[in-house]
């Protein structure tokens, strides 16, 4: 079966610091990994994912992730935080067999203090 | 393109009542999904649609729900019965088909059973 750990429920940083947001995975086959963020009261928004190939993955706002498949692990990054980075994110993975969901983690609250 | 629109945001309703919400994807996406998030808690899948073809259901889907997809655009997502449990926010959202394309979300439907 799939499953999505994002071990940490907050992550404090200060504005202009660098971020790290955890996630390790379970799933059959290859994985392809998401990473989405969300705001109050909105839905989420596609912010990367990783297929195939360099393992380092550039997204949007200048956030990136680092797949390493013998960690099982996603982890999202950002060299420099800004408060506006202030949200929920989630990891979401899915395997490559036919008719597969896209299962979440729990979600990461990122708290950037000015 | 608008991206996936969902329909009413908001909804309260009294327990037993049936309730009824509607998302109409991304035009050309033939693959349409339903999630629920509680919060406090990460996305989960209820059920998804390739075309009008209902191709898979989550257990978390009971009797109560039912999801259509008669024209394989929009789809309207049915509780039965409502119950206090039933509140939460139900996500739609869309893509083409294969496990590496991005599915993206609507803003979703709040439900809120009184």
């Known amino acids: 079966a799939q499953s999505v750990a994002q071990p940490e429920d907050q992550v404090n940083v200060a504005e202009g610091n660098p971020l790290t947001v955890k996630c390790t995975y379970s799933?059959?086959?290859?994985?392809?990994l998401f990473w989405y963020v969300q705001y109050p009261n909105r839905g989420l928004q596609f912010l990367l994912k990783y297929i195939t190939g360099d393992n380092l993955v550039k997204g949007s706002y200048g956030f990136e992730a680092e797949f390493n498949k013998s960690q099982t692990s996603f982890h999202l990054k950002k060299p420099s935080a800004l408060v506006s980075d202030s949200a929920l994110y989630f990891c979401a993975v899915r395997g490559d067999q036919a008719g597969t969901a896209l299962i979440f983690g729990k979600g990461t609250t990122l708290s950037v203090s000015s | 393109d608008t991206g996936v629109s969902q329909d009413p945001r908001h909804k309260i309703t009294k327990r037993g009542q049936n309730v009824t919400f509607r998302c109409d994807p991304i035009?050309?996406?033939?693959?349409l999904y339903w999630y629920r998030q509680t919060l406090g808690q990460g996305p989960e899948f209820l059920t998804y649609f390739q075309n009008e073809a209902q191709l898979e259901k989550s257990r978390l889907l009971s009797d109560r729900f039912s999801a259509e997809r008669p024209k394989g655009s929009f789809s309207t997502l049915e509780i039965q019965r409502t119950e206090q449990g039933d509140s939460a926010m139900y996500l739609c959202?869309?893509?083409?088909?294969?496990?590496?394309?991005?599915?993206?979300f609507g803003e979703g439907s709040w439900l809120t059973v009184v």
């Open positions: 035009s050309e996406h033939n693959r």
């Open positions: 799933v059959s086959g290859n994985p392809y």
């Open positions: 959202a869309s893509s083409l088909s294969g496990p590496g394309n991005t599915i993206y």
